[in-house]
Protein backbone atom coordinates (compact mmCIF):
# COMPACT_ATOMS: atom_id res chain seq x y z
CA UNK A 1 0.00 0.00 0.00
CA UNK A 2 3.00 2.04 0.87
CA UNK A 3 4.38 1.94 -3.08
CA UNK A 4 1.18 2.82 -4.23
CA UNK A 5 0.76 5.92 -2.35
CA UNK A 6 4.22 6.63 -2.85
CA UNK A 7 4.06 6.66 -6.80
CA UNK A 8 0.74 8.25 -6.80
CA UNK A 9 2.37 11.16 -4.96
CA UNK A 10 5.59 10.98 -7.33
CA UNK A 11 2.95 11.49 -10.26
CA UNK A 12 1.25 14.40 -8.60
CA UNK A 13 4.76 15.93 -8.50
CA UNK A 14 5.74 15.78 -11.63
CA UNK A 15 2.11 17.10 -12.56
CA UNK A 16 2.43 19.79 -10.52
CA UNK A 17 5.87 20.60 -11.58
CA UNK A 18 4.35 20.46 -15.02
CA UNK A 19 1.82 22.73 -14.29
CA UNK A 20 4.15 25.35 -12.29
CA UNK A 21 6.33 25.43 -15.66
CA UNK A 22 3.23 26.66 -17.78
CA UNK A 23 2.26 29.21 -14.87
CA UNK A 24 6.08 30.26 -15.18
CA UNK A 25 5.73 31.39 -18.93
CA UNK A 26 2.23 32.85 -18.35
CA UNK A 27 3.93 34.53 -15.31
CA UNK A 28 6.78 36.01 -17.50
CA UNK A 29 4.30 36.96 -20.32
CA UNK A 30 2.32 38.81 -17.87
CA UNK A 31 5.44 40.73 -16.79
CA UNK A 32 6.71 41.83 -19.58
CA UNK A 33 3.16 43.02 -20.43
CA UNK A 34 2.52 44.87 -17.45
CA UNK A 35 6.34 46.64 -17.89
CA UNK A 36 5.37 47.60 -21.54
CA UNK A 37 1.70 49.01 -20.06
CA UNK A 38 3.92 50.99 -17.29
CA UNK A 39 6.11 52.84 -20.07
CA UNK A 40 2.90 54.16 -21.44
CA UNK A 41 2.91 57.72 -20.81
CA UNK A 42 -0.30 59.21 -18.74
CA UNK A 43 -1.24 62.01 -20.94
CA UNK A 44 -1.74 62.80 -24.63
CA UNK A 45 -0.19 58.86 -25.38
CA UNK A 46 0.97 58.70 -29.49
CA UNK A 47 -1.15 55.94 -30.47
CA UNK A 48 -2.71 54.56 -33.32
CA UNK A 49 -6.00 55.77 -31.37
CA UNK A 50 -8.03 55.44 -28.73
CA UNK A 51 -9.51 51.89 -29.37
CA UNK A 52 -6.17 50.53 -30.18
CA UNK A 53 -4.87 51.36 -26.27
CA UNK A 54 -7.90 50.19 -24.84
CA UNK A 55 -7.85 46.94 -27.35
CA UNK A 56 -4.25 46.62 -25.63
CA UNK A 57 -5.25 47.32 -22.36
CA UNK A 58 -7.80 44.79 -22.09
CA UNK A 59 -5.63 42.34 -23.61
CA UNK A 60 -3.07 42.72 -20.51
CA UNK A 61 -5.89 42.55 -18.70
CA UNK A 62 -7.07 39.33 -19.88
CA UNK A 63 -3.69 37.95 -19.74
CA UNK A 64 -3.21 38.94 -15.95
CA UNK A 65 -6.45 37.34 -15.34
CA UNK A 66 -5.68 34.33 -16.90
CA UNK A 67 -2.54 34.07 -14.87
CA UNK A 68 -3.87 34.65 -11.85
CA UNK A 69 -7.18 31.89 -12.18
CA UNK A 70 -4.25 29.61 -13.19
CA UNK A 71 -2.06 29.99 -10.02
CA UNK A 72 -6.01 29.61 -7.83
CA UNK A 73 -6.61 26.17 -9.96
CA UNK A 74 -3.09 24.91 -9.29
CA UNK A 75 -3.57 25.95 -5.71
CA UNK A 76 -6.93 23.83 -5.77
CA UNK A 77 -5.83 21.05 -7.39
CA UNK A 78 -2.63 20.70 -4.85
CA UNK A 79 -5.22 20.68 -2.35
CA UNK A 80 -7.35 17.88 -3.51
CA UNK A 81 -4.52 15.66 -4.27
CA UNK A 82 -2.97 16.34 -1.06
CA UNK A 83 -6.53 15.60 0.52
CA UNK A 84 -7.01 12.39 -1.63
CA UNK A 85 -3.40 10.95 -0.75
CA UNK A 86 -3.83 12.28 2.91
CA UNK A 87 -6.71 10.32 3.42
CA UNK A 88 -5.31 7.21 1.30
CA UNK A 89 -2.70 7.34 4.26
CA UNK A 90 -4.72 7.08 6.93
CA UNK A 91 -7.03 4.47 6.51
CA UNK A 92 -4.38 1.77 6.85
CA UNK A 93 -3.79 3.04 10.33
CA UNK A 94 -7.77 3.42 10.65
CA UNK A 95 -7.74 -0.60 9.90
CA UNK A 96 -5.12 -1.80 12.54
Avoid at 22 to 40: C, F, G, H, P, Y
Avoid at 46 to 70: H, P, R, V, W
Amino acid sequence: MEQRVTTIISHIAASHHEMSKILEAKRSISTQMAVIANDIPDSHPDFEGLSMLQEQALQLTKNITAYLNSLANLEEAIAQQTEIVMKEMKEPEDEE
